[in-house]
């Protein structure tokens, strides 16, 4: 099976959980900077979700990119993780309209943990479709970035639950440290194409 469906599919899903997070800010009723101001945890949660998709994005075209067979359980895999990404905008409008209650945080931490863990399977499935020593799984190799945000994430969601302010830094912080798109990938295509 050619992964061209699922990456089109794939990039329709990012492109709508984009699109349904930016129609949930409304502009302030009143023509006044405190009434701008009063946005800005609506504002903090949209930016830090749009960077999260940004980032599953790019990831999810780097990982694929060294892919050459889809199998059924890749598909699945897929929509795993896309189900989870899917309520991201869900999650970050009720973070944001709760000013970072303690409950909504934690949810929106779980609606980051949950498509990490998604990825991690997506990984998984995909080298095996393929073989151990496969251009993929030289790269991945212990993915211990990726281990590092599951349990980051798993920490923020308990943090949340008595200071949400640390769980948003936690947020925060496995954003920036997944800023960069996965260079373990382009550098292993390089090194095999001799570049």
Known sequence: ?????????????????????????KAPHAASWDELFKLTPI????????????????????????????????????????FWLSLVPFATAWMGETRFAHIPTAFYGVTLLMPAIGYTILQRVLIAAHHENHLLARAIGRDAKGKVSIVSYG???????????????????VAVIWLVPDRRIENTLRDEGGA
Do not use: Q
């Not at 504002?43 to 075209?61: G, K």
């Not at 920490?155 to 912080?173: D, E, M, R, S, T």
């Open 155 to 173: 920490a923020a969601v308990g943090c949340a639950l008595f200071n949400p302010w640390i769980a948003l830094a936690l947020y925060a912080l």
């Open 43 to 82: 504002f903090v949660s949209y930016v830090l979700s749009y960077v999260y998709i940004a980032i599953y994005w790019n990831n999810h075209h780097h990982m694929l990119e060294p892919v050459r067979r889809i199998n059924g359980a890749s598909l699945w895999a897929n929509m795993f993780l896309l």
């Open 1 to 25: 099976m050619r992964k061209d469906r699922l990456l089109a599919f794939s990039d329709g899903v990012f492109a709508i959980i984009i699109t349904i997070m930016v129609l949930e800010l």
